[in-house]
């Protein structure tokens, strides 16, 4: 049977949305602490209080509101680092996979085409998009070598 929640929990929830609420977190660990304050102090600071109002707000001191921030500024700039290059990396996939399926569709016009001057042209389309292809493999590659020169900062990224 499913438990349901306590009214304690659900306006816990509701009051986490409140930047005011100041509930008291002894029965939280303490890496749950530290989450819920950067948590609230994101939000303040997103509703726009200024740092001062902040550690007033979340009952901690300046140094550690500043802390906080630039700990959660860090994580974003990570993040939009590495989804940034996951983005790159599959759009360069999804062309490698566009320029193979148009070579394909090339090649059965080559074999239905009857006069030379369509054959050459098709030929040319083909040479085109095999070295835009090339061309999509060296930026690949430049990628991998971005990556492998900044590991540390943005962890490990498989462009493949």
């Known amino acids: 049977m499913k438990e349901k929640q306590t009214i304690v929990d659900l306006k816990t929830i509701v009051n986490l949305q409140i930047p005011e609420y100041d509930n008291s ?6 890496q ?24 007033e707000k979340v009952g901690c001191s300046l140094s550690t509101v ?14 939009y680092a590495d989804e940034s290059i996951n983005d790159y990396c599959q759009s360069i996939q999804n062309f490698v996979i566009f320029y193979d399926l148009a070579v394909k569709d090339l090649q ?32 690949t590659q430049s990628v991998k070598t971005f990556i492998k020169n900044n590991e540390s900062k943005l962890g490990v990224i498989d462009c493949e």
């Open 25 to 30: 977190l002894t029965n939280l660990p303490d």
């Open 32 to 55: 749950d602490k530290i989450k819920f304050r950067r948590d609230r102090v994101n939000r303040l600071r997103i509703s726009g209080y200024i740092n001062k109002e902040i550690a």
């Open 66 to 79: 500043e802390k906080d921030l630039q700990i959660i500024r860090e994580r974003s700039k990570k993040w």
């Open 108 to 139: 059965i016009l080559y074999q239905e085409s009857t006069t030379i001057k369509e054959k050459l042209e098709i030929l040319n389309k083909i040479t085109e998009f095999r070295k835009s292809k090339l061309k999509l493999y060296s930026h």
